[in-house]
């Protein structure tokens, strides 16, 4: 690590645990599932947890609680993309009565399922919804905030901007639009990603767009993608949904 890295001296799995409450947080008083569960506590593994334990109730009788214990790395020991995290826990609460018999928390009155399998076999490729699909470009364009070089060379006279999230509309099935202000010229740009691939399958493409669009603008290739479309929230639209 860096020497100004953020993590840089704290225990790998405080650094894990601290990403994974940063979403699931917003969903303590958001429902997380269409069944309105709701987030109760994460709760950190003890020295004899297999993993964290996600509590869930439905927000009005604590009598409905009960934890799902899953997983901070995978496998092979690597983090867990958590692009995806939601999507795959949403998978296991479906399926909790499947995931064995219960076992009690060793600290507070819940019935704890072991959801360790089934979330990994999940969480490469869970089943995404439509809202989703919206979710991730929200997810990876509101963290992408670092300057991007405006050219590849990184010329001192292109000068150093970076974008700002400013808001979105899911305009149909197929597409939604998100406003981003590039701050070197104060410019609002739309950007158009894909919502579906062309089976109609959600599209999980958008949770890449902190890479494809900076790259994009760098090679200044962007506009090539512009749309002859007139919107009144921003000078310009462009159709990334090939890319996105």
Not at 65 to 80: H, K, M, R, V
Not at 164 to 187: C, K, P, S
Request: with cysteine.
């Amino acid at each position: 690590m860096v020497e100004d890295d953020p993590t840089a001296g704290r225990p790998p799995r405080d650094v894990l645990l601290e990403s994974l409450l940063g979403r699931l947080r917003e969903f303590v008083a958001s429902p997380l599932t269409p069944g309105s569960q709701v987030l109760r506590g994460l709760l950190p593994p003890t020295e004899i947890d297999r993993g964290a334990r996600v509590v869930l109730w439905d927000g009005q009788d604590l009598g409905t609680s009960y934890a799902l214990e899953i997983p901070l790395l995978d496998d092979d020991g690597e983090e867990i993309p958590h692009d995806y995290f939601i999507a795959a826990l949403r998978a296991c609460v479906a399926r909790r009565e499947s995931l064995g018999p219960p076992f009690p928390d060793e600290g507070f009155a819940v019935p704890v399922r072991d959801a360790r399998r089934h979330f990994l076999r999940t969480v490469e490729d869970p089943p995404l919804a439509l809202a989703d699909a919206v979710y991730l470009p929200l997810l990876a364009l509101g963290s992408a905030n670092d300057p991007v070089p405006l050219s590849e060379d990184g010329e001192e006279e292109a000068g150093e901007g970076e974008w700002r999230l400013l808001g979105f509309m899911l305009v149909d099935e197929r597409y939604a639009r998100y406003y981003v202000r590039w701050t070197e010229t104060g410019v609002v740009w739309g950007l158009d990603f894909c919502m579906r691939d062309e089976a109609g399958k959600v599209d999980s493409r958008g949770g890449t767009v902190n890479m494809i669009f900076p790259a994009l603008v760098s090679s200044h290739d962007l506009e090539r993608f512009r749309r002859p479309v007139s919107d009144i929230r921003c000078q310009a639209v462009y159709d990334l949904t090939a890319w996105c």
